[in-house]
């Protein structure tokens, strides 16, 4: 469904119309109210009370409620659907604005995923030195499965929240990573024992500083004289002393 949507962020200022779905569902099984629930939220709506949602006439939207929609006489309940072209500008911007605290809320969501889940699981795979094919492939599905996240938030996003940009900078950092941790892989598993190790891995520890060398003191060469046993010098033969 999200895949064939068409879907912009509106301007600033700029008119708005809206619609208001209203409608009604047995309690009985509770499974039916939040099957609706469920898919009026993934569409982007904004529940004003319980069974009342609001929406803004973005192009594609109306169909995909529509849908929705059609599916509940079949669960024995019914709907209104009601057009409201304007609303009171104090209103509008209190609902603009619960908006794109929905959508902040949904972002922030992501960038947890991001910086608590996948980057401490690649560190984790560092640690235990886990470089294999099937790891990196896995945390590869990991990326893609938050990126599909966040197309789907960024679809219903219409009035810009914060914290987009901020989830656009965590995905670039966190496909810099795999494709270094995949680096890494490629070479441990043989495929090229040249290349290099990548910063994250290479963290050689540095070489401590040599101690400085004491120079010897220098030998002083001395003349002995060979003494007897009385302490007197030796004489040569003849009479002559030593000189």
Not at 63 to 74: C, F, L, M, T, W
Not at 114 to 138: D, G, L, S
Request: proline fraction near 8%; hydrophobic fraction near 35%; charge should be negative.
């Amino acid at each position: 469904m999200n895949a064939k949507r068409l879907s912009r962020t509106l301007k600033r200022g700029e008119p708005v119309g809206w619609h208001v779905l209203i409608y009604r569902v047995p309690t009985d099984p509770a499974s039916k109210r939040v099957g609706v629930w469920r898919d009026l939220k993934r569409l982007g709506t904004l529940y004003l009370q319980q069974c009342v949602c609001i929406f803004p006439d973005v192009p594609g939207v109306m169909d995909e409620v529509n849908q929705v929609a059609a599916k509940i006489p079949a669960l024995g309940g019914e709907t209104f659907l009601l057009d409201v072209p304007r609303l009171p500008p104090e209103d509008e911007t209190r609902i603009i604005e619960a908006f794109r605290e929905q959508r902040a809320s949904e972002y922030a969501e992501i960038i947890e995923e991001c910086e608590t889940k996948f980057v401490k699981e690649i560190e984790f795979e560092r640690f235990r030195e886990n470089y294999t094919f099937e790891e990196a492939e896995e945390i590869e599905q990991d990326l893609e499965k938050i990126r599909r996240w966040f197309d789907r938030v960024k679809s219903r996003d219409w009035f810009k929240a914060e914290r987009r940009d901020e989830v656009e900078t965590w995905l670039a950092r966190c496909q810099g990573l795999l494709a270094r941790f995949e680096e890494d892989v490629y070479r441990r598993q043989g495929s090229d024992p040249s290349a290099e190790p990548s910063e994250e891995e290479a963290s050689p520890e540095p070489m401590p500083a040599p101690r400085p060398i004491t120079p010897l003191r220098p030998v002083r060469s001395r003349s002995r004289r060979a003494r007897g046993n009385s302490g007197q010098p030796l004489q040569r033969a003849g009479g002559e002393r030593e000189a």
